[in-house]
């Protein structure tokens, strides 16, 4: 476990950067997608987070919660070291009640796809049908512009 404080949304942003790098680095070595599970409460900065992720993949679209449509998908661009399409799927499961609901939008093969990267913020709700092996990430507000953030 790993544990870090953020002392702005700025500091959070850049969090979810340089572990975008790290995703990135581990090219070809899983059988799956890089699933990255965010668990806290509202603005407790999951979305910020996301947001740098995305940044440090490359993606230059605006990030915005897709709490209304469920899930987003961005292409990663591709690079000399990262040839093949690749695609940064952001879910929000808030609004899912059963964790079948997910997979209408096909999130199994997504999930099978080890080009892809998908954060998923409220992944307790669909918990029983994510793999063992993924990243969790717990955001927790200290106060307005400070966050504790622990990966397990």
Not at 25 to 48: C, F, M, P, S, Y
Request: hydrophobic residues 40%; aromatic residues 10%.
């Amino acid at each position: 476990m790993k544990e870090m404080i953020t002392n702005n949304f700025q500091g959070t942003q850049k969090f979810g950067q340089e572990l975008a790098r790290e995703f990135l680095a581990e090219r070809n070595l899983r059988k799956q997608a890089i699933i990255v599970a965010l668990e806290g409460d509202l603005g407790a900065g999951k979305t910020t987070f996301v947001q740098g992720l995305a940044k440090g993949l490359g993606i230059k679209e605006q990030i915005t919660s897709p709490t209304y449509v469920l899930m987003k998908k961005y292409k990663i661009p591709a690079s000399d070291s990262l040839p093949v399409s690749r695609y940064f799927y952001h879910l929000d499961c808030y609004r899912i009640e059963k964790p079948w609901q997910i997979s209408e939008l096909g999130f199994e093969e997504i999930i099978n796809n080890p080009e892809n990267i998908i954060a998923i913020e409220w992944p307790e709700r669909i918990a029983e049908i994510l793999p063992e092996d993924k990243i969790a990430i717990k955001f927790e507000g200290i106060n307005e512009d400070k966050r504790k953030i622990t990966i397990e």
